[in-house]
């Protein structure tokens, strides 16, 4: 039997007139980066803060590590960590000073250590010791993602983890989140980048006018369209390629 690591049902939720959320189901499978899609408005900011218990739905079910979002919020808050739509570092302080701090938030044993291993798995460790008012974009969002995962949560919500980086960057993160996946974490995130979906996610769902519209694997997306007819024509490499061979970085694995 598959393990679930996050169940949605019915989900319903309204911003006074505004019905966003209009019955949302899936289910993500522990240890899956499962993708939700949809353009700007629709809802995707929503669900996730409806699973991290930020915000209450108005109806429907949903279930994260086992525990009801509504009924149980300590248990979930436990379990997961969220990364926002907008950095939350502290602009003040350096990198490792926020690392430091959530560690110490969190009770953790021995904070400095936590600290300085998620520097380095991030490449942060040279910009340690700078205030993250002088980070890059691409430098923010590592830390970010790092401060998420301070006390390893079997979680965790990535709300547009790339929106605004440079393809390098954003192959970075990207390989970081395969890693939390390989490492048996479960990843929940939003994208309105299709390529990210595709790179990454094992199941992806379409939120579309406040339900999901499709779902599944990449490959059972792809049958849902008829497949192309085959014409014998030069494959063009995409912006992206041809970016990213300019500047003689490799694609991640
Ligand atoms: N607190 C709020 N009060 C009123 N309306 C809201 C509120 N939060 C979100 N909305 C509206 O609900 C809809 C869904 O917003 P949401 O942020 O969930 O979308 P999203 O899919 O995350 O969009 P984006 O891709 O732009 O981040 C939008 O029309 C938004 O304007
Ligand atoms: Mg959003």
Redesign the pocket.
């Known amino acids: 039997m598959k393990d679930t690591a996050i169940q949605v049902k019915g989900l319903q939720k309204s911003?006074?007139q505004?019905h966003?959320l209009k019955g949302v189901d899936f289910e993500v499978e522990k240890g899956n980066i499962f993708a939700l899609l949809?353009?700007?408005?629709?809802?995707?900011?929503?669900v996730v803060k409806i699973l991290t218990t930020l915000l209450k739905q108005d109806s429907g079910t949903a279930t994260v590590n086992g525990f009801d979002v509504a009924t149980k919020p300590d248990n979930v808050r436990q379990a997961i960590s969220l990364t926002g739509?907008f950095a939350a570092v502290d602009e003040i302080l350096t990198g490792r000073e926020n690392l430091i701090m959530i560690a110490k938030l969190r009770y953790l044993k021995n904070p400095r250590q936590v600290a300085d291993d998620l520097l380095k798995r991030f490449g942060l460790t040279d910009a340690a010791e700078r205030k993250v008012s002088t980070y890059s974009g691409g430098m923010r969002r590592r830390l970010d993602i790092a401060l998420s995962l301070v006390g390893k949560p079997h979680i965790i919500f990535l709300d547009?983890p790339t929106t605004g980086l440079d393809p390098e960057a954003r192959i970075e993160v990207w390989k970081i989140i395969k890693e939390l996946a390989d490492g048996g974490t479960t990843v929940l995130l939003?994208t309105?980048y299709l390529e990210e979906a595709e790179q990454l996610a094992d199941r992806i769902a379409i939120l579309h006018e406040g339900r999901i519209i499709a779902s599944g694997t990449l490959a059972e997306l792809k049958k849902l369209f008829p497949s192309a007819k085959v014409e014998y024509v030069e494959k063009q490499p995409s912006l992206e390629e041809i970016f990213l061979a300019i500047i003689g970085k490799k694609e991640a694995k």
């Open positions: 911003y006074k505004l966003v949809g353009s700007n408005g629709a809802g995707k900011t929503t739509q547009e939003t309105q």
